[in-house]
């Protein structure tokens, strides 16, 4: 598809974070803003939050590269979490965080009170699907809208000409829910983690048997394909190949999913949107899909991609042939320092690394081939194999930034 130059309104590339290294890895991959879990607020699990004096360097550390940080406060409160929350956001917003994302409106107000001059995002979870619902929160104060993920390009075009002075947002990239933007209790059902309240473990996905009770060991075959039923497994999300219609659309950001995801995921997703949002800038809007970023795209953990709701409510029920996670490859390691006397690098492993194996190390620009048959450990000694959270030292052809990630073909 090809825009004019004059039609193109690149959007920010927003990149979750769930910890500081992957604030680190968002930054370095080329991410223009990052999301960020606040500890004990979020609608994440404790795993993908972030103390407030880690916030806080990262902070400093995204804005001296020029990269923006927004605070996940997308909880849905109980009355017990409103002392909590009138506490912490003054702190928050002390740490020079850009943009608090909320749902809740008893956090709104409350945020009016005790910190009326933040900049407010409205959280997906509100679910936001028409004009007037924006103008209602344009009315409430809100700056930015990230819109329910159930609307066609059409129809957040269609938002976008109706509200043009509200930011929009959208998802681009990673995880699709099969009930309605994560309202839904079957994981809490299942094994007490609530998707309310983002700690989905994903039991839609799951593989289930219909039996009859006096034969337990006699399952009845309930077959959609010769492979097996997926009946609830959706594909995710990649729009991509798409970058001219989402920008058409006049959105301000995309936002990728997955706070839980790990710093190899961030860096490869980060690092093909980036390529993928520069070229559409390069080209006068001539955009050309380069099949790189696709399978670059596969090399992480995923289920299958579907451009979702984007082009016709009929990929509402898109399942995916593939219920098993695919993912061609794995983190190896993550570059601690680099010595240029003896240009080798200190890595921390990720996975269990053997001398020889092949390994490439991801730069914002280019993967490179690194030599992994003189593996030694930090105290320089020759060693043939390393294990996840071992420090090591490599040979690498060239300088490379702290934080840049290695990886190796996955194991089967
Ligand atoms: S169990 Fe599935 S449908 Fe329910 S919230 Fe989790 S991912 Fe969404």
Redesign the pocket.
């Known amino acids: 598809m090809s825009l004019k130059k004059t039609d193109i309104r690149l959007p920010e590339l927003l990149i979750p974070a769930g910890n500081p290294e992957k604030l680190r890895t968002a930054v370095l991959y080329g991410a223009n803003a990052v999301y960020v879990g606040v500890e004990g607020l979020s609608l994440r699990s404790a795993s993908a939050e972030m103390s407030l004096s880690d916030l806080a360097a990262g902070v400093s550390e995204a804005h001296a590269a020029g990269v923006r940080v927004y605070g996940a406060l997308n909880t849905f409160a109980r009355n017990a979490d409103l002392a909590v929350a009138r506490k912490i956001i003054p702190e928050l917003i002390a740490t020079g965080i850009d943009a608090l994302i909320v749902s809740d409106p008893g956090l709104i107000r409350l945020i009016g009170q005790v910190a009326p001059s933040a900049t407010l995002h409205l959280s997906t979870q509100a679910n936001t699907t028409n004009a007037e619902a924006v103008r209602f929160w344009q009315d409430q104060g809100v700056r930015r809208i990230i819109l329910a993920r159930e609307l066609t390009l059409k129809e957040i075009g269609e938002i976008a000409s109706a509200v043009p002075d509200m930011e929009l947002e959208i998802f681009i990239h990673g ?1 699709m ?3 309605y933007s ?3 209790y ?2 809490y059902h299942r094994n007490r983690r609530s ?1 309310n309240e983002g700690d ?6 799951w593989e289930y048997l219909l039996t009859e009770s006096t034969r337990l060991s006699d399952p009845l075959i309930l077959e959609e394909d010769e492979r097996f039923s997926y009946l ?1 497994s ?1 594909k995710d999300l990649c729009l991509v190949e798409y970058l001219p219609q989402v920008a058409a659309a006049g959105v301000a950001s995309v936002k990728i999913e997955g706070r839980m995801k790990s710093s190899y995921y961030v860096a490869v997703v980060t690092r093909a949107y980036r390529q993928a949002i520069d070229a559409l800038s390069a080209h006068q809007g001539e955009y050309c899909f380069d099949p790189h970023w696709g399978r670059e795209l596969k090399t992480v953990s995923h289920r299958g991609y579907t451009t979702g709701f984007a082009f016709a409510e009929e990929k509402t029920n898109e399942t995916s042939p593939d219920l098993k996670i695919i993912q061609t490859h794995e983190p190896a390691g993550i570059v601690l320092s680099f010595d240029s006397d003896q240009d080798r690098a200190l890595i921390e492993v990720r996975n269990h690394l053997v001398a020889g194996e092949h390994v490439e190390l991801l730069l914002p620009d280019e993967n490179i081939d690194v030599d992994t048959r003189r593996l030694h450990d930090e105290n320089d000694n020759r060693i043939s194999e390393a294990h996840p959270g071992a420090r090591i030292l490599i040979e690498v052809p060239r300088r490379v930034p702290q934080g840049a990630l290695l990886r190796k073909a996955a194991k089967k």
């Open positions: 995880a829910c099969m009930s994560g309202r839904c079957l994981s998707a989905c473990s994903q039991p839609c996905r609830l959706s």
